[in-house]
């Protein structure tokens, strides 16, 4: 079942340097999450989570979209039942911190977009 929006990612060549321009407008603290050297940068705003991640030109360009992740409470079964329907797996899933997932999907259409959960 899906929920409500809860992460809206946004690929960029320099994570933090977005996330700070952006907490600007809506007087956010920006977190913080490196990787050797992937960098992560968020900010919660209302309990949505507007993510910066790394551009990647094989999967997720800069400036290419926005990929609303929907949250759901089985993200496997959320997920295949995706698969099922004719999306196609485009990446993840991943643990993003302890007991919290994220993967992508394509839809029949070519839109992308995230499903985040336990």
């Not at 603290?29 to 989570?49: C, F, M």
Request: glycine letters at 10%; a negative charge.
């Amino acid at each position: 079942m899906l929920r409500c929006v809860r992460i809206i990612m946004i690929f960029v060549d320099n994570p933090a340097h977005a996330a700070n321009w952006w907490a600007g407008f809506f007087e956010a603290e920006v977190h913080l999450d490196v990787n050797g050297s992937n960098v992560y940068a968020w900010l919660e705003i209302d309990g949505v989570e507007l993510g910066f991640h790394q551009a990647s030109a094989e999967k997720n360009p800069s400036g290419r979209s926005t990929v609303p992740y929907w949250a759901v409470d089985d993200l496997d079964a959320q997920r295949q039942l995706f698969l099922d329907a004719g999306c196609a797996h485009l990446r993840g899933p991943l643990e993003i911190s302890p007991g919290r997932r994220v993967c992508q999907l394509t839809d029949p259409f070519g839109t992308a977009f995230g499903l985040e959960g336990p």
